[in-house]
């Protein structure tokens, strides 16, 4: 009858998101034994996918594996799960010479060129990884696309001050032409609107959502514009950075550089 639908429906909804969340830990993992090395500074990412590679960072030192590492992790949440962990912490200050940093997406175009900050943290995640040698991105194939924009709203990391007059501004940049900036209410992790407040960042800024309708023609010059523009601490466009991506599908995983 229509109990036992609704059970194997909510049975094939929960076999789903543990398929996702393996394919996520998959990726994660993959990065770790693959690109971290004993005696290196890495960079540690956020998210859902990146605490997976930070998982195994962790694991691996404690199963001795691994030695020596130092990682500078990219936002409060990310920290705390590395203390959690035992991971020996740095801060940019004193290690500004990354061998490698790691961490997830929330786009990813042809070019590699990423959307990231779904989860709040791209202004740590940018000053850290453009630090590292490598950056490995970590996805799963729900992340690709093929142009940046209309799939996943592009996060504008703002100073509070006066935001009504900066999101108008950011509104009129050429190279964004068409988006509506949306500020992020509720919690800074989560990119739907879930509260009546303006969600926080790690560094007491404010969060707009660019939302697009058809994909920005030109990633870099969205980029600059957005960058030139007084109020804007960073954005979410992470252009030319991308050492490698590790993509996890139901087929398996693929790497692209
Ligand atoms: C970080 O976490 C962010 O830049 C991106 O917004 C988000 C992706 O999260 P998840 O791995 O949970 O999808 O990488």
């Known amino acids: 009858g229509v109990a036992a639908v609704t059970v194997a429906a909510g049975a094939r909804r929960v076999a789903r998101r543990a398929t996702q969340d393996e394919l996520k830990k998959q990726v994660g993992y993959k990065a770790v034994d693959d690109y971290v090395k004993s005696g290196t500074v890495i960079g540690l990412g956020t998210g859902s996918t990146a605490a997976f590679a930070v998982e195994r960072v962790g694991q691996l030192l404690k199963s001795g594996e691994l030695k020596d590492i130092i990682a500078i992790p990219t936002s409060i949440r990310t920290k705390e799960q590395a203390e959690s962990l035992g991971i020996p912490l740095a801060t940019l200050d004193t290690h500004s010479d990354l061998d490698v940093a790691i961490d997830g997406a929330d786009e990813v ?61 950011i509104a009129k940049l050429p190279a964004l032409a068409g988006c509506k900036p949306v500020l992020r209410l509720g919690d800074v992790a989560n990119n739907k609107p879930d509260g009546d407040k303006p969600a926080v960042t790690d560094n007491s800024n404010y969060i707009v959502d660019l939302v697009f309708e058809t994909p920005i023609k030109d990633a870099v010059a969205a980029g600059e514009q957005l960058k030139n523009t007084v109020g804007v601490v960073d954005h979410g466009l992470f252009t030319g950075m991308t050492t490698a991506c590790i993509i996890a599908g139901s087929d398996g995983i693929s790497v692209k550089e």
């Not at 590699?112 to 202004?123: I, P, T």
Request: with cysteine; charged share 25%.
């Open 109 to 169: 175009d042809p070019n590699l060129n990423l959307v990231k900050g779904g989860g709040g943290a791209l202004f740590r995640e940018k000053i850290v990884e453009m630090c590292a040698k490598k950056f490995i991105v970590i996805v799963d194939e729900s992340k690709m696309c093929g142009g940046l924009g209309p799939g996943f709203p592009i996060p504008v990391e703002i100073v509070p001050f006066c935001h009504e007059h900066t999101m108008r501004e």
